[in-house]
């Protein structure tokens, strides 16, 4: 979802107001000046980015509800395992998705694994995803667990695997537990489109859905916007303004 630059720095500019007679207790002030510096600079770079919110847990673990990534274009032909927003081939709507499959490849999914080009895709253990089930966003939407359904304040579990494309792109992936499309159909990507995946495979809406289902279905090429490639900052509460829900650590911190 893309997110008017003048809205973020209306949003900022209210998160200091509230920070400076707090700073004591939540210890942003340094954090606010360090914002409203990068907005600055960030407003004198306005036509090399487009700003966008990340509404949907559709791709935890890289990116979190209410992470801000800048979205640059794309300047060299997209590769698999590259994290690009594209707009949805039959709404006005801006989704994220990691690039999984080009022009002629044939894709499937047998058993939860990735098979491309007739292909197993590498997976290896990589322990838990562990977050708190609580309200996350605007939205307000609770995340889904595979430890089961836990209490609000309580640790929320997902399987966590580092998957490896054929190209040696790697990246974590999420999930829960068995479900319809772990087992599909082959996929033939048709020409001058592509076929994109959620890392959080069990609560994403993506390519492996067609459009008359209420999926995405195969991307025209055209309908890219651009590459995210780091997080700008982030924030778990329902408002920017909301300082004691940033996330320090996300600030600056590059998708993989």
């Not at 048709?190 to 067609?210: I, Q, T």
């Not at 995405?216 to 090429?221: D, H, L």
Request: hydrophobic share 45%.
């Amino acid at each position: 979802m893309a997110v008017p630059l003048l809205h973020l720095g209306l949003s900022l500019v209210l998160a200091l107001r509230r920070s400076a007679k707090e700073d004591q207790i939540l210890h942003v002030g340094l954090w606010g000046k360090r914002l409203v510096y990068v907005f600055a600079m960030l407003v004198a770079s306005r036509g090399l980015w487009e700003p966008y919110w990340i509404p949907s847990g559709a791709m935890k673990p890289a990116l979190l509800v209410g992470d801000y990534v800048p979205v640059t274009p794309v300047w060299a032909t997209p590769q698999r395992g590259d994290v690009l927003v594209y707009r949805h081939p039959a709404q006005e709507v801006d989704f994220v998705g990691r690039l999984i499959g080009l022009p002629g490849d044939e894709l499937q999914i047998k058993a939860g694994v990735l098979h491309l080009n007739g292909v197993s895709v590498i997976l290896r253990d990589a322990g838990v995803f562990a977050e708190l089930m609580e309200p996350q966003g605007p939205q307000a939407r609770f995340p889904r667990c595979v430890n089961g359904a836990v209490g609000i304040g309580a640790i929320c579990e997902k399987t966590r695997q580092i998957e490896t494309l054929p190209n040696g792109a790697s990246y974590a992936v999420l999930d829960i537990r068995r479900q319809t499309l772990d087992q599909t159909g082959i996929y033939q990507v048709p020409e001058e489109h592509y076929f994109f995946l959620g890392d959080n495979r069990d609560n994403s809406m993506d390519s492996r859905m067609a459009v008359s289902v209420g999926g995405v279905g195969f991307v025209p090429i055209e309908n890219v916007v651009g590459r995210a490639d780091r997080v700008l900052f982030s924030a778990a509460g329902r408002s920017l303004a909301h300082v004691w829900t940033w996330r320090g650590d996300r600030f600056f911190k590059a998708i993989h």
